[in-house]
């Protein structure tokens, strides 16, 4: 039975009262207590750093050869507090309302209002580690809006804030390094969990550099190893992202939550061949400014400045007025998706909408030409000065177009086509981020919990690092606490050793099928059959076809991959393969999971369920709780039901009319 | 874009571990995009080694959107390849024509040895910043975000600074593979914000000691590093730099 162990009482006391009753572990147990984390983005690096400041005695592991190029770094937009700081009606209520509402009611209310609660902390303690957040002239906090909410709560470091908020971690991270509390792994991948009667006790990990297989004790075991986007092949996540780790735990018996939410980012440059290896975002805070349209006209082949304003639908101001270009992700993918389905899409693909910037180029050339006096000046001037306020908002956004698609955006509007970017799914967690298997925790992406259906913007950031600085450093206590007369356990016990065994079985399995085919090119064909079939729109015969291809699929990789070099050494290919395997067998679990949820919510689109026009139709009666899957051997899972309960909350049609 | 396809030639160095002597081999690449990046032009040539039963090449390559600083190459003698503010990654082959010849090697170091082929060891780096590059503040500890009103010239500046990606390419284009610009990067960033303040002189004595003992080599103010630096860090941090470690040196009067 499925317990998450969400504290009774009123939602907004339930965080409160937790932390006044949960167990302790006094300092000098602390340092008896040996904790392994693995992956070392913003959930992993600050859960590292904070756990190490506490005194325990932390193992971490990246696969990069640095935790500071861990993909959190890529995040672009911002991050989300409810601070009000702006005095614009936010509080820790309203941003817990748009989290759930956001994610189309198929979150955890009491996971959900903690995130809200902690996220002020986050601001303050970024702040204080000497993150250069964006800064208004009186020297206070900038915010900036994001879509799905009506306020102005995030914040933001131009466009790199993951990058400023993970160098904050990183370096809080080295620091403990240096006091010897945290041990740094790098160029490490995690092959297996080690359980030993019952709970998680270890780790076997590969030196990527060596090829050697290492064991490593821990008397608990935290995964933050994000997400599984790369799932798809093509995805805004790092070349190296994948779902290893997460799967390896779900093989041992951990529970994988919600597989098929995954998001769909709408601003993302188009696919420009088949040589793509990734794709890149373009920030969602691009939608506070730019207009996003189409042609009236089908298969118009016009330059964009040619199309009179007459002629352009800018469809999301049309069919969501009250949010407009600011609606959630899920709501502005699936509309770029009706309109290029519909023949309305532009540039050669015909597979991309565009983002227009010519007014707010105006409309901040205008605002500068008041705010420095200079009366009336021509329409370059204005243009150039709007030009200026855009490229410092935006700059590093537009440069990276530029260099990508030999386009100036300055000067024509930019085109883009949602793109996978984040998976809401993963393992499930209770309320203490503790996974169903004892001692095992999963936090940030990696696991399920906080994002329903569909994440909104700047919301990601705000998780890992709840997650990791002010969560699991409560939550873990209450575990370990009994765990205070264990004794580092050695790795010769058997359990180590035979975890140990079947990676390198397996590795020498790959190694022997000496096949005619990349592990490129199986990557590439499973990520077709999953964006063709459980993408931006599922239906249930595209759903058992792509079970069907990817259990072929799955044959013949076993029977056909080639891997070049050897075991003992570095082998990037064999990395590769290990990884790919993984994500066939994720890949059919999420279109089972699609397949099993008969209703559309938030980025899980169901073609069979859809309102008169065209929005996500749920079904509450039937599929209000989360999909808990339980590996049963190869191509076989059992179902669990953990029902989501609203004390707080309506569920209703999400609406941004 | 118009674009079209080429075949180039490509001469890369390859090297088995860091105790193997390396050397460079020639590749013929054809039909390659104008719309490609430089990296997927090698997943195109590492697939077809495979495919030719031929060990592919190493390269550290991880966003591949030029914010990671994994990406690491030193095209036709120059960190990261012909375009300013970029990394290999966002290189993209329009640059090139067809019939062209490049060259790609690693990062060329004391401090960064070679891991295989194009790949090195920048740990170095981290245990500069394990050394001071760090404002020591426990998580809880924080006051509210807003307590302290930081000039906004001063937040930008820093944020300039700590744009650094941590790549490398200030070293590789050094010669003599000082890793000033990126250790006086970090000195800014901290140094200009009035959190990090109380550990100013500490931070930048220990950090240059650990710099000296990891093998780097002086500035002589060549600039090199600023004229490669993918995200265009200025060498004006190098002179704060120098100014905070005199500063430290000299006394500690107040």
Redesign the interface.
């Known amino acids: 039975m499925l317990d998450a162990k969400i504290p009774s009482g009123p939602l907004e006391n339930k965080w409160n009262d937790y932390k006044g009753h949960v167990r302790l572990v006094n300092p000098a147990n602390k340092r008896k207590l040996e904790i392994i984390i693995v992956g070392t983005g913003l959930a992993g690096a ?1 859960a590292a ?2 756990l190490g ?1 506490m005194g325990y005695k932390v193992k971490a592991f990246c696969f ?8 959190s ?2 995040a672009q937009g911002g991050i989300n507090a409810a ?1 009000n ?1 702006q005095n614009d009606g936010d509080s820790v209520f309203r941003l817990f309302y748009d989290t759930i509402k956001g994610g189309d009611y198929r979150a955890r209310e009491g996971n959900v209002h903690r995130l809200a609660e902690v996220s002020t ?1 986050i ?8 993150v ?10 900038s915010n900036r809006s994001f879509g799905g909410t009506q306020v102005q709560r995030t ?1 933001y ?2 466009g ?1 804030t ?3 908020l993970l ?1 904050g971690a ?3 991270l ?2 403990q ?2 006091l010897g509390t945290v041990e ?1 792994h ?1 160029r490490h991948e995690m092959l297996e969990i080690v359980m030993i009667d019952g709970k998680a006790r270890g780790i076997i990990a590969r030196n990527l ?1 060596t090829g050697e297989l290492e064991r490593h004790f821990g008397h608990a075991v935290l995964l933050c190893t994000g997400g599984y986007g790369n799932v798809f092949y093509l995805s805004t996540n ?3 992202s994948n779902v290893t780790a997460a799967w390896k735990a779900h093989k041992k018996g951990a529970y994988f939550g919600n597989p098929c939410f995954t998001q769909i980012h709408p601003t993302c440059i188009p696919v ?2 088949d ?4 794709l ?2 373009m920030s969602e805070s691009l939608r506070n400014d730019g207009r996003i349209w189409v042609p009236k006209k089908q298969g118009d082949t016009r330059k964009p400045y040619d199309i009179p304003e007459e002629e352009r639908d800018y469809y999301l101001e049309r069919r969501y007025p009250a949010f407009g270009n600011l609606v959630p992700r899920d709501v502005a993918s699936r509309a770029a998706k009706e309109r290029c389905d519909a023949g309305y899409g532009v540039g050669t693909s015909r597979q991309a909408v565009y983002l227009d910037y010519a007014y707010a180029i105006e409309r901040y050339g205008k605002a500068e030409v008041n705010k420095h006096n200079l009366g009336h000046v021509d329409a370059a001037t204005i243009n150039r000065l709007g030009r200026e306020v855009v490229k410092e908002k935006y700059g590093n956004l537009f ?2 177009y530029e ?5 100036n955006p300055y000067e024509v509007p930019m085109r883009i086509y949602p793109a996978v970017h984040y998976t809401m799914g993963g393992l499930w967690v209770d309320y203490e981020l503790m996974t169903n298997i004892p001692g095992l925790y999963a936090l940030g992406e990696a696991n399920f919990s906080d994002h329903g259906a569909n994440r909104l913007g700047a919301s990601a950031l705000m998780q890992g690092l709840a997650d990791g ?2 969560v699991v ?1 409560y939550t873990i206590g209450n575990y370990l606490a009994d765990e205070i007369r264990t004794n580092a356990i050695s790795t010769d016990h058997p359990a180590f050793v035979e975890a140990e065994k079947h990676a390198d079985d397996r590795i020498r399995t790959f190694m022997n099928i000496q096949g ?1 085919q ?1 592990v ?2 199986f990557h590439k064909r499973l990520g077709k059959i999953i964006w063709d079939k459980c993408g931006m729109a599922r239906n249930e015969q595209g759903l058992k076809q792509a079970i069907e291809e990817i259990r072929a699929l799955k044959k013949e990789f076993w029977s056909d991959v ?1 891997i ?2 050897n075991i003992n ?2 082998n ?2 064999l990395d590769k393969a290990g990884r790919v395997a993984d994500f066939i067998e994720l890949g059919e679990l999420m279109c089972l999971d699609a397949l099993e949820r008969n209703e559309s919510c938030g980025g899980h689109f169901r073609e069979e369920y859809q309102t008169p026009d065209g929005e996500a139709l749920r079904d509450d009666a039937h599929f209000m709780h989360v999909a808990a899957w339980e590996y049963k051997g190869d191509s076989s899972w059992t179902l669990h039901k953990e029902p989501l309960i609203y004390d707080v909350m309506k569920p209703s049609q999400r609406s941004y009319k | ?1 118009q ?1 079209s396809t080429m075949n180039l030639t490509l001469k890369v160095w390859r090297q ?2 860091s105790k193997a002597s390396g050397g460079f081999e020639t590749y013929p690449v054809p039909g390659i ?1 104008t ?3 430089f ?2 032009m090698f ?2 040539l590492n ?1 077809r ?3 030719e ?4 090449i ?1 390269f ?11 990406c690491s190459m030193v095209i036709n003698g120059r960190p990261h390849g012909p ?1 300013k ?2 990394t290999v990654c ?3 082959m ?1 640059e090139y024509k067809n019939g062209d010849t490049i060259t790609v090697e690693p990062w060329r170091a004391n401090a960064f040895p070679v ?2 082929d194009l ?1 090195v ?3 170095a ?2 245990r500069i ?3 001071g ?14 307590a ?5 010239d001063h ?2 500046s ?2 300039a600074a ?2 650094c ?2 790549c490398g390419a200030c070293v590789a284009a050094c010669k003599n593979s000082s890793a000033m610009l990126f250790l006086s990067a970090k000195v800014s ?2 140094t200009l ?1 009035p ?2 303040q109380p550990e100013k002189r500490q931070r930048v004595v220990e950090m240059i000691d650990q710099m000296d003992k990891e093998g780097f080599g002086s500035c002589t103010n060549t600039y090199a590093c600023e004229a490669e630096c993918p995200k265009e860090i200025s060498v004006t941090n190098i002179a704060r730099l120098n100014r905070e470690f005199l500063s430290a040196a000299l006394g500690s009067g107040d």
């Open positions: 600050s750093a904070s400041e990069q050869d640095s935790p500071r190029r861990a993909h770094i890529a601070k700081y902390s601001i303050d303690q970024c702040v204080a580690q000497g250069p957040f964006a800064r208004e002239y009186g020297g206070l906090l914040f470091a131009a790199q993951g990058q400023q160098i990183y370096q809080a080295e620091r390094v240096a740094m790098t550099v790092a070349m190296g420009s061949g040589h793509q290896s990734k890149t975002l440069d990276m260099k990508i698609t030999g386009e600085y002010f450093p005619s990349t490129e090119s080639r070049p070099g050494e570095m990037p290919e | 874009m674009h088995r571990n995009s719309e490609m990046s990296l997927e997943d195109v697939e080694l495979i495919a039963g031929r060990d592919p190493a550290d390559h991880d966003c591949r959107e030029g914010i990671c600083g994994m375009w503010g970029t966002q290189l993209h329009r891991v295989r790949m060891d920048r740990s780096f981290d910043i394990q050394a590059g760090y404002i020591s503040v426990n998580t809880g500890n924080a006051v509210d975000g807003n302290i009103p930081i000039e906004k937040a930008d820093a944020f700590a744009a990606i941590g960033h901290l914000l959190q990090g």
